[in-house]
């Protein structure tokens, strides 16, 4: 419940979390300092928040429960253009994992990853063939960059690269980590054809340091939510875009 809180409403007071769940303050100290811990939340004075700015990622365990329909949506949108015996290059992102969680559908295709949580979902799937990259672990992000990742990267070669950002602002899209910022370049670089899936927060938000502009991509994958007037900025970069649209319900 706390950290639905969080990430509704970006912050918490204490005193407010122990007269909701009646317990007592000492408690919901306690909690928040496991929580902190973990990477869910920077404590406060007198409470908790959730820092969605230009300095500070969220844990990967954080980002997996935002927005989490969009990225279905996203995900389902992206699956169409993969082939059979395709080579595919999927970042860090939870929006990337959404994908590859549904990779099996199509049949044999090699997933070439640096994400920890996608190589142990992939490794499940008889049909699917995975290149995990290696590097300098981050634990908060649950994958590895530097270096030698890049290095494994420049001796691949693959037909579509699927990434993601933090923020997409001014023609260009943005990542609040700059490790990952040479990994994903990397991707890119090494890919026939460049995806980014975003959903709609994307445009809401701020970070630190440019990944590439826009029209590096050759298709541009969002969610039905983006508003009009990101739809028409997205419009003006000349690139393709794709509308995921979410299941309709009977």
Known sequence: MIRGLLLEQGSVKSSDLAEMLGVSLMTVHRDLDVMAAEGWLRRTRGGATVQRSALFELNVRARMNENTEAKEAIALAALGLVSRGDALFVDDSTT????????????????????????????????????????????????????????????????????SCSAVQDGACFHQV????????????????KVLLIDHSKFEKRALHKLVDLDVFDTLIVDERMSERDARALDDSGVEVIVAHYPRQA
């Open 178 to 193: 700059s490790q990952s910022i040479s990994v994903k370049r990397a991707m890119l670089a090494a890919a026939a054809r």
């Open 96 to 163: 990337s994992l959404a994908l590859a969680e549904k990779l099996g559908r199509v049949g044999p295709v090699t997933v070439i990853t640096n994400f920890r949580k996608i190589s142990e979902r992939v490794i499940q799937e008889p049909d699917l063939a995975l290149i995990a990259l290696g590097g300098r672990y981050s634990p908060s992000n649950d994958s590895y960059s530097g270096d030698i990742t890049v290095l494994g990267i420049s001796n691949l070669s693959a037909d579509i690269a699927f990434v």
